[in-house]
T-cell receptor, first 113, second 110 residues
Framework: NAGVTQTPKFRVLKTGQSMTLLCAQDMNHEYMYWYRQDPGMGLRLIHYSVGEGTTAKGEVPDGYNVSRLKKQNFLLGLESAAPSQTSVYFC????????????FGAGTRLSVL | GQNIDQPTEMTATEGAIVQINCTYQTSGFNGLFWYQQHAGEAPTFLSYNVLDGLEEKGRFSSFLSRSKGYSYLLLKELQMKDSASYLCAVRGPNAGKSTFGDGTTLTVKP
């Protein structure tokens, strides 16, 4: 009963390095999301997807790219990491219905030095 | 766009009742969600309102007034484990997108 799984759980990067965060869900959900959460703040939407092969920009997309080649996976890429991208990243998935409750992964804690 | 306001912090006593308010301004409304987030953990779903009125689920209830752009989460018989951040989220007109408030950190004291 895995739900939403994020890897890795922790990562430290140097400025300018690249990395990919992986999100996998086993609930056959149509929608998937990537958020970042900074201390004392709510969740800000980076990118989201309403189905396999589709992606769209959220509130704070700059510096990030995403891909959804398979329905169960949603990848978040940082091409050239910056200290401002130090944050906790959450992936979530939901159904496409009106009551689309989001189920969250455990989060990835990323530090960019 | 969406603008959501919640109090930053609240404190209450074990066994008491607390009400956490959320006001929103939106260009389109398709439902309001409340999530609970314990420190260092992921958010988990608590309640959903799309029509005006009160939804009750055990110790937790949530109220919505669409005309006033207002919701509240009511927690009864507070327990220490209710100490957490409570996030209000509004689903807008675009499929799948919800905007989250900054959350209200509730501290329950003995």
């Amino acid at each position: 009963n895995a739900g939403v799984t994020q890897t890795p759980k922790f990562r430290v990067l140097k400025t300018g390095q690249s990395m990919t965060l992986l999100c996998a869900q086993d609930m056959n959900h149509e929608y998937m999301y990537w958020y970042r959460q900074d201390p004392g703040m709510g969740l800000r939407l980076i990118h989201y997807s309403v189905g396999e092969g589709t992606t769209a920009k959220g509130e704070v997309p700059d510096g990030y790219n995403v891909s959804r080649l398979k329905k169960q996976n949603f990848l978040l890429g940082l091409e050239s990491a910056a200290p401002s991208q130090t944050s906790v990243y959450f992936c979530a998935s939901s159904t496409s219905g009106s009551k689309n409750i989001q189920y969250f992964g455990a989060g990835t804690r990323l530090s960019v030095l | 766009g969406q603008n959501i306001d919640q109090p930053t912090e609240m404190t209450a006593t074990e066994g008491a009742i607390v009400q956490i308010n959320c006001t929103y301004q939106t260009s389109g409304f398709n439902g309001l969600f409340w999530y609970q987030q314990h420190a260092g953990e992921a958010p988990t779903f608590l309640s959903y309102n799309v029509l005006d009125g009160l939804e009750e689920k055990g110790r937790f209830s949530s109220f919505l007034s669409r005309s006033k752009g207002y919701s509240y989460l009511l927690l009864k018989e507070l327990q220490m484990k209710d100490s957490a951040s409570y996030l209000c989220a509004v689903r807008g007109p675009n499929a799948g997108k919800s905007t989250f408030g900054d959350g209200t950190t509730l501290t329950v004291k003995p």
